[in-house]
């Protein structure tokens, strides 16, 4: 450009040009879905940030997060680190640990009251091969059209290889993104991109998706833009839910209950997590499933070791134990049998059992012990926002007082909006109880509702 037409050496060429929402050229494949990814990952940043409930935070995660990429899915495919990504974003969305849930775990949480949340990744794949079948249709001649110029232009690789266009193009075409879509999501194996684009398991669901589609056409897959497709009702929202059921299949191994059977077996250990002992943990589920609102996510996050300790957040300071056990670590293996966090239990609540498999509801499961497991979940979060925002202080003198009153506060708040009755606290009285583990009579109980000394 500088040597022919100097008077235009400071024009800029660019590899991809924006048209009607899409990049195209050679170098749109790495600007495609850069903007709608960074929208994305900005709203669930907004959901962290804006510390609602986790009911609400899911409402929000299905409205206003996952139609994001809708527009573009119709032309372009996820990959595999989108997967990661949803994963990632949906622990953020219900404030867990990463790791607390296995991906497919966040499908079933709707079964014990808690959101029904949908999968971006599917519905993008559900939108393309909408798209690919009745929408656009015509993909099929455009195939043809670039078979026929690879064979006249490019080189013998890349006719042996399917890839029918040139190496300086970083994406398929959107025709071979359709082909893709319609073949089942597993195309051509030697498709040089392929390696990113599909997962054995979207590969999986496609398989079944094809003989599903097959089977209600008399045997044979209908090809794209047949009146099969036409009048088919609510396409999309029907390969939408068989591809979750193959992706996120509920199956044995794949339930809830089996992960958190797993995780209780190291949580309670030394105590013995079998069913020979007495731990039900679908039955626990089932019992769950029967309580509303915020409970039931609370209590699975418990059984899945999903408190956000120190310890298991992985934090630069691992606390001790913020009840006040000094070498005990600030960890869910701790408080599980930590003989304060057991003593503010009793004191505030009647009816606790020893038995710590009981008191946190695998064993003999009751309402009652879930809506304590609530309620320690709550207060736990309160004190550790307490520490980590500097409001107590670990290294003065009278932090713990400070501790088992936040706690013991939030404790009663929780109990009072689920309906569970407690004893007053006062710290005397709870000192008291530590030394004597005598509970304060009723008649005093009486006084101290009307004078809650912190
Ligand atoms: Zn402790």
Known sequence: MESNIPSWSLLQIEDAAKLLGFYVGPGCGKLNFAGPLEKLVGRVKDIKSAAAPTHINAYDYNSRVCPILGYHAQLLPLDKRHFLLERIALHTVLRAPWNTFRHSDFFQLHKIGGPKFRSFNVACASALYRTATRTVCSW?????????????????????????????????????????????????????????????????????????????????????????????RSLQKHVYSILMEHIFPDEPHTQLNSLCFGRCIKLFAPYEVSTENGVDVNAALNLLSTTS?????KVVKTWLNGWATSHRMHEDNVHCCLLGCRDEQDSLNHYIHCPHLFALQRFLFSGISENPLIRFGIQTPEIFSFKVISCLFSAYHALKSEVRSGKINMHYQTWLQSAWSVFANVCKAEAGELGVSTRAFSLVKFIDFLITGRLPSPTNNLLLHDHIET
């Open 293 to 297: 609102g915020p409970i039931g996510i």
């Open 140 to 232: 099929q001649e455009w195939i043809e059209q670039m078979t026929i110029n690879a064979k006249e232009h490019l080189s013998v690789r890349h006719a042996a290889t399917g890839q029918l266009y040139p190496d300086c193009w970083d994406s398929p075409s959107f025709a071979h993104n359709l082909k893709w879509a319609f073949e089942g999501f597993g195309g051509d194996e030697t498709h040089h991109t392929i390696m990113i684009r599909g997962t054995p398991r979207l590969l999986k669901a496609g398989t079944a998706l094809k003989h599903c589609l097959a089977t209600k056409n008399s045997g044979v897959y209908p090809a794209p833009g047949s009146e099969f497709f036409r009048n088919f």
